[in-house]
């Protein structure tokens, strides 16, 4: 199968940075403090649907994170405090939702507070948002299950079908804890985020260097049970948007621990995941698929590949261009075929990503952390010189 290449210059790099910045202005207007659902419908975001006694758009869910997430990105882009601002705005949202209990049983604290709390402690030291990121880091420590010493993804932690199961997309939360024990002194935050990666490193990924999006542990005797699929096609099965977190959350935390064998497990990932691209190199939804299949994309997966291939391709020390290429042709092929420049009836960044595809969830639609991701790549290529969100 002959590849496309669609490595963007840094003319197409600005371009692209251009146009996510008129839709992020437009949605600034529509959405201000309030969020956007997790995807698109007909390809345009509306706001977050109420439940659970609180109106439309209000601060639940874990992907609230990424909508603040791509005002820091665009504020860090162009220095423009208007972003900054609207950044700030939504600090005492996710303040209010640690401190009342709102939708907090999951692992996902650490994608909704590293991008909503982190960021302004670390820009200007606002001590609202430092105290919101320790208390939702705390919370995260009540879902540790000892002996297994790993973190419980979702939902109370006496749930029989959830007790004892963790998923890969949790690599991503742990820097949380990492900054917790950086910014208060306290190594046991940073002790739990050691114990839980060894057990996916050891479990999660397969030796044939594919990943289980969610496996199980005893967490009575902490033995290690099975793995399963909860989006992917199958349990045996590749899910792409599970690799491609195994990408970037194996260097990520390698970054954190200076672990080897952490950039190894991302390393092997990435060689899977790129070893299973289709010629315009935007993953299908699980890698068992390719062209011909008549399956939908995952574009969603390719932004967070993008981002993670280069943060893989800084930690090596040979500077790591066969990763940083492969990123930039991803990048340059969600530029070219899957975002919404030109089309003014999106209000999201990329299109043709899946939530769930079991489910028929978010399926062919723009996605919040696709969005995000896409935005982070190409701040990547944009600013080399970026302070990293994580």
Same mark, same amino acid.
């Given at each position: 199968?002959t590849?496309?290449?669609?490595?963007?210059?840094?003319?197409?790099?600005?371009? #692209?940075?251009?146009?996510?910045? $008129?839709?992020?202005?437009?949605?600034?207007?529509?959405?201000?403090?309030?969020?956007?659902?997790?995807?698109?419908?007909?390809?345009?975001?509306?706001?977050?649907?109420? &439940?659970?006694?609180?109106? *439309?758009?209000?601060?639940?869910?874990?992907?609230?994170?990424?909508?603040? =997430?791509?005002?820091?990105?665009?504020?860090?882009?162009?220095?423009?405090?208007?972003?900054? /601002?609207?950044?700030?705005?939504?600090?005492?949202?996710?303040?209010?939702?640690?401190? &009342?209990?709102?939708d907090?049983?999951?692992?996902?604290?650490?994608?909704?507070?590293?991008?909503? !709390?982190?960021?302004?402690?670390?820009?200007? #030291?606002?001590?609202?948002?430092r105290?919101?990121?320790?208390?939702a880091?705390?919370?995260?420590?009540?879902?540790?299950?000892?002996?297994?010493?790993i973190?419980? #993804?979702?939902?109370?932690?006496?749930?029989?079908?959830?007790?004892?199961?963790?998923?890969?997309?949790?690599?991503?939360?742990?820097?949380?804890?990492?900054?917790?024990?950086?910014?208060?002194?306290?190594? /046991?935050?940073?002790?739990?985020?050691?114990?839980?990666?060894?057990?996916?490193?050891?479990?999660?990924? $397969?030796?044939?260097d594919?990943?289980?999006?969610?496996?199980?542990?005893?967490p009575?005797?902490?033995?290690?049970?099975?793995?399963?699929?909860e989006?992917?096609?199958?349990? *045996?099965? !590749?899910?792409?948007?599970?690799?491609?977190?195994?990408?970037? =959350?194996?260097?990520?935390?390698?970054?954190?621990?200076?672990?080897?064998?952490?950039?190894?497990?991302?390393?092997? !990932?990435?060689?899977?995941?790129?070893?299973?691209?289709?010629?315009?190199?935007? !993953?299908?939804?699980?890698? *068992?698929?390719?062209?011909?299949? &008549?399956?939908?994309?995952?574009?969603?997966?390719?932004?967070?590949?993008?981002?993670?291939?280069?943060?893989?391709?800084?930690?090596l020390?040979?500077?790591?261009?066969?990763?940083?290429?492969?990123?930039?042709?991803?990048? &340059?092929?969600?530029?070219?075929?899957?975002?919404?420049?030109?089309?003014p009836?999106?209000?999201?960044?990329?299109?043709?990503?899946?939530?769930?595809?079991?489910?028929?969830?978010?399926?062919?639609?723009?996605?919040?952390?696709?969005?995000?991701?896409?935005?982070?790549?190409?701040?990547?290529?944009?600013?080399?010189?970026?302070?990293?969100?994580?």
């Open positions: 199968m590849a496309i290449d669609l490595r963007p210059g840094a003319e197409a790099t600005g371009s #692209a940075v251009a146009a996510a910045l $008129r839709t992020i202005d437009a949605n600034i207007a529509e959405f201000g403090d309030r969020y956007p659902g997790d995807t698109t419908a007909h390809g345009r975001y509306g706001l977050r649907p109420a &439940g659970g006694g609180l109106p *439309e758009g209000a601060n639940q869910g874990w992907t609230t994170s990424f909508w603040p =997430g791509m005002l820091w990105l665009a504020y860090e882009l162009t220095g423009d405090e208007t972003y900054l /601002r609207a950044a700030t705005a939504h600090v005492r949202g996710f303040t209010d939702r640690v401190e &009342g209990g709102i907090v049983e999951t692992h996902d604290l650490g994608f909704l507070y590293t991008l909503s !709390c982190v960021l302004p402690w670390r820009t200007s #030291a606002d001590r609202t948002a105290g919101a990121a320790l208390a880091a705390d919370r995260l420590l009540t879902r540790v299950l000892e002996p297994a010493g973190i419980q #993804a979702w939902g109370d932690m006496s749930d029989p079908r959830q007790r004892g199961r963790t998923i890969i997309d949790s690599l991503m939360n742990t820097p949380l804890l990492f900054w917790a024990s950086e910014t208060s002194g306290e190594p /046991r935050y940073a002790e739990v985020a050691r114990r839980h990666i060894a057990q996916l490193r050891d479990h999660i990924l $397969r030796p044939d594919t990943t289980f999006h969610t496996f199980y542990w005893d009575r005797t902490g033995e290690p049970l099975r793995g399963e699929t989006q992917g096609h199958s349990d *045996e099965s !590749c899910w792409a948007r599970g690799q491609a977190w195994g990408i970037y =959350g194996f260097a990520l935390n390698h970054r954190h621990t200076g672990d080897a064998s952490l950039l190894d497990a991302s390393r092997r !990932c990435a060689d899977y995941f790129l070893a299973h691209l289709p010629a315009d190199g935007v !993953c299908y939804w699980d890698l *068992e698929f390719t062209d011909g299949s &008549g399956e939908p994309r995952d574009s969603s997966a390719a932004a967070i590949a993008a981002s993670g291939l280069i943060e893989l391709a800084d930690a020390p040979d500077g790591g261009e066969r990763y940083r290429a492969a990123a930039a042709r991803i990048l &340059g092929s969600l530029i070219e075929r899957y975002s919404t420049a030109g089309h009836g999106s209000n999201a960044l990329i299109l043709h990503g899946v939530y769930d595809k079991p489910k028929n969830v978010g399926v062919d639609e723009g996605n919040l952390w696709g969005d995000y991701f896409y935005l982070e790549a190409l701040t990547r290529f944009a600013r080399p010189d970026w302070p990293h969100h994580w």
